[in-house]
């Protein structure tokens, strides 16, 4: 066991109850999301790269048809799949006056209807990223379009649908934005032409920057008006630091993300108010993640504060990196089997819905408590839900929510908690001391535990959740 764990074991001993009390607004909403939001996605990284990380991982080879992936992916329906990855600019479409394309980053023409037949099977919306560098000569020439336009030409023909298509990955230091805002205009034109009926159309999303807000907004200003939203990558931490697994139980941490929605998700706003916010690749940390803690338990305190922090900054889809791939994947590569983070993503969809409201309390640090309106399919309306985390490795926290008296504060408690005792980093998960795990390749039984209101709502430490109140009747939970 690590010294990191074995400290953290010794400190659940000396927990101690606080007692709090939060207050939501109940009469307004502060941010509001889409029901696409938790969503996920597909790299193209080979088996080379980073070893065994990337194993049998890439879109070009993961296997589509296995039945577990597709009944896993469509859980999260109706979410994103975004395929994207910095060698999506280096891909070439085997369509046309391409074919054949080269072995490496090839997709064939087969493995692109695989690819949409694995969406429309989940019922997942497909986002793929077009090559942006292709005939690029340098940072003020535009792109040739030449492949792009046989791959849209060769999908307008065959009736894939495609929710939208992504332009370049990370490259806001190797295209001038003026340039790159060119080509967006120009692959606008080209959908519209191949897409004549809107409500088929698929959109046009990018630029998938790491954030830099003097490139966004010169890029908005000139080609927003061509665009359907404007996506950008947030990693708060490095997959090679060994220090990440002390740094995920910080509020230093914890805040980057939310925080740099916030930025970008105004400056979108400001330059282009028709264009949605996403983050569209968002992981505790880049470089692979890091094996041991961004594919445990450990990562779900970041991963279920930033789903939270980022929706209430109004952004519409918050993009996993990755459904498979990497050390941060939702499910392992090698057995397609859940890791922690899957539960706490679909819990998050099955139980947020996509107002969030404003919550005040003058509580620690470490009790971090976020709401929104229920999901629809979780409770009728007027019903609440809060999502909890406690960084603490001590203390306990118990609290109420101000407003809710007798039947209102009535409630069903989903309490997440390391699989194993004595450590964080955990590839299992328990919900209400149950260790989640398939059953027959089905997911298990994932109902909360029903507390009346006379019992208090205690939070342990190293602990994170949601709690629905279904009865709460808020008033800007009763509206559409």
Known sequence: MSSFATHLLACFF???????????DFNNAIGMTSDGYVSFNFDWHLNSEESPAWYNSSVLVLDLKNPQLV??????????????????DVAIYDVGTHSPCKPGFCMSMDRWHELVEFCQAAKIRLVFGLNAMYGRKNKTSHFDSTNTQALLEYTAKNKLPVYGFEFGNELQSKIDPSYMADDYITIRQMINELWPDSSTRPWLIGPDENPNEDFLKKLLQKAG??????????YPGYGLDPHLPQQILTSSYLNKEGSLAAKLGKDINETAPNVEGWVGETAAAWHSGRNGTTNTFLSGFWYLDALASVASQNQKAFCRQTLVGGNYELLNKNTTDPYPDYFTALLFKRLMGMKFLQVKANISDDLRVYAACSNPEAAEAG???????????STSFSFTIAGLSGDQADREEFHLS???????????????????????????????MSQSRESPIVVKPLTYGYILFKNANAAVCSKN
């Open 14 to 24: 000396l927990s101690a109850a606080r007692a709090d009390e939060l207050s939501i």
């Open 383 to 393: 019903a609440v839900t809060t999502a909890f985390l406690n960084i603490n490795n």
């Open 418 to 448: 390391s699989g194993e005792e004595g450590t964080l980093q955990s590839s299992t998960v328990k919900l209400n001391n149950k260790i989640l795990q398939l059953q027959d390749g089905k997911l298990p039984d994932m109902s909360g």
């Open 225 to 234: 008006y061509a665009m359907n939203a404007s996506t950008y990558h947030i």
């Open 71 to 88: 009944y896993l992916a469509s859980q999260l329906s109706p979410g994103h799949l975004r395929v994207g990855g910095s060698e999506g």
